[in-house]
């Protein structure tokens, strides 16, 4: 009841925890809740299958399960025939999926799900979809397509294939997606089999169709029912869902932190604002324990209450993450937001956890000030860090070095989540050492204002050097506000200027023939230009020398130091992660299921630009008729055209500005939510810390007051200190932003090859700075007003 009364009474100083744990808890619960929504669902063209027979899976180079191993046609072939006879199944069908994209007025005709809409016949009956006119396909150039396509039964429709453009007659319309070739032609195009799917007889339950399926393949496949069906899915849609799981884990990551250096940071300065009443409980015979329960308990009962509301508001917000998710293509297309108990619950215990972590924090050393000297009405020991505390500080500083020292040399993919914990760590190490920082920074900060000579520079000195504590509690907000910021403002810049620089260096000399509209380039597109660069990519399937199967990028090249018919390239990590030397036969199962020993011929050092598996590219094709190929480079004295429906022709410069504006448009998009939610979480914590702060000054104001200060001198000081404030937490979110965007820019330098500096975004950081100033004066000097009024 104790610990009820006093939230009940020192509401305004809990307000600003209480705010700190609804918009932490709020974004959380949005994010996981969007999260879970956007799980894998059944594609709605297996949708009438009750099970689906799958290939085991490989692993790949990070050690997660990948690609499904494919069956050949015989070891398919055997176990259809299996489970055909299997009781309860009516049907198994062979599905298979390749590209196939209709072509009218010399322009693909726009489709996300290209690379996988060509079927085979049979699959049809997968969906439940009906024939609408004519009839199935049965010769080689014969296709069945959506009647939303608006092509009528007869017309002729040019369908672009890897192969290229070919002319089909069409049989029949659907009243579904996709383009049906017979069977045959199916097989043809796409031989590798990585799905049998089951249709059960009338009266078969679903665990009974699977139970029987899977004595029929036993362990050389799986079966996977009701949900477990959503496994597969089109590759457009699982890109999406991998990039919006980025941003919603960015998202989540940040909240997660600013939730919890704002509380703890609210909780310090709030605790320290108590030591009277700590003080003189401890004269009354409270125990240092007891104190430390007492504010434990008040903060596990506001972070209750934060929580809740978080969880409401997050469930508020859900809807509008996913319009914005959905504006950005990082999401799956029809993501409609699901409300479960789970991350209502993870959202919560996190954010009663922070509080009480914070809470445990500030709690140990106002414990232990004894009773008198907590009384006192000066303290000379502001300034001073415990042990513990100068100790940790030191800790989370060397630490957030040591990142940004490896930022430098980190590779791509690990470069910015490297320079975020980096400054995660030293904005933590700023906020740990303020205390001791505040007296010299502010001195110097004050400097210029001495030649006023006038009483008011002097107050805010002996201010900040009296209330170092306090202070530093007031700038931590800001530190991370301008920190994350600069950061993220600063990385999108300085990318933005080295990877087009340097991609373009590379490409110096060359014009890309790229693809426009389609998810690849066709043969035909190679063909019409027989010099230059011509990669075709494929997965295949190896085993490493502990005996374990994984899949690799295989690379097939046309370049004649590498297109030589049963023998293979790799790199040096490549061959060191396998186990191979150089002169070996090594045996690698290609996307049709055919094993073919290959000849290694050579051990190269890495290069991206040639690849870490190289084989002749008319190897690749022969195995897998459905891999679309890389754009083409091709000497600009060669003078490619645009002369296949499809593709486009650009210089080095304009390719690489081209090739980043996807990247770019995706990254601003991310940055500028990522600086909202940091700058608006510290805003607010901003506004609160130094409402708190001037609140707790009431002594001060009192004495200022009495001495003959007028409430308009005493509401500019109050706002003048918060202005040092902000400005000594701008300067250390400067210092510990810019050690990690230094060690991006030189990494940046290395794998680009190009001169990078770093680079500002002005604009982003004086608009956070002026808000903050706007924020913290504004709310000092009405808090500081208010209290003069009252008194």
Partial sequence: MLIVANVRERWSSHLACWLAVLVGVGLITATLTVHESARPAVQPRLSAATALVLPPQATGRGGSAEDRVPWNAAEAGALTDRLRAAPGVAAAVVDRAFYAQAVRDDRPVPDEGAAEAGHGWSSARLASYRLLTGRGPEAADEVVVDRSLGVPAGARLTVNLTAGRTEFTVVGTVDGP????????????????????????????????????????????????????????????????????????????????TTGFVVASMLVLATGLRRRELGLLRVLGATPGQLRRMVLGEAALVGLLGSAAGCLAGLAAAPLLRDALLRLDVAPPGLTVRVTAWPLLTAAATGVGVSVLGAWAASRPAARVAPLQALRESHTGEGQLGRTRLIGGLAVLGLGTGCAVLTATAAADRRISLAITATMLLIAAAALLAPVLVGPVGRVVTAPLRRLGTAGPLLLRAGLTAGASRAAAAAAPVIAAVGFAVLLSGAVETMRAAYPAGQALRLSGQAIVTNDGTPGLTDEAADAHPVGKAALPTRAFVHRADGTTVVIDALGSRDPAWSRPGEAVLGTSMARWLGVTAGQRYPVRFADGATVPLLIAGILPDDPARGDFVLARSLVRGHDPAALGDDLFVPAEADPVAVVPGTAVHDAVRYALDDYDTDARLTDSLAAMLIAVAVGYSAIATANSTALSAHGRRRDLAVLRSTGGTVRQLVLLAAGEAAVVTAIGTLLGLLATLPPLAGLASGLAQSTGAPVTLHLDPAALASVVLACLLLSGTTAGLVTWRVLRRA
């Fill in 178 to 257: 996709g383009y049906y070739l017979s069977d045959a032609a199916a097989a043809q195009r796409d031989p590798g089999v990585r799905t049998i799917a089951l249709l059960p007889a009338p009266g078969t339950p679903p665990a009974r169709l699977a139970a029987a399926a899977r004595t029929a393949v036993g362990d050389r496949a799986a079966v996977v029912t009701g949900d477990g069906r959503a496994a597969l899915q089109p590759r457009h849609v699982e890109h999406r869902r991998f990039l919006g799981t980025q941003v919603i884990a960015a998202l989540a990551t940040l909240g997660l932190f």
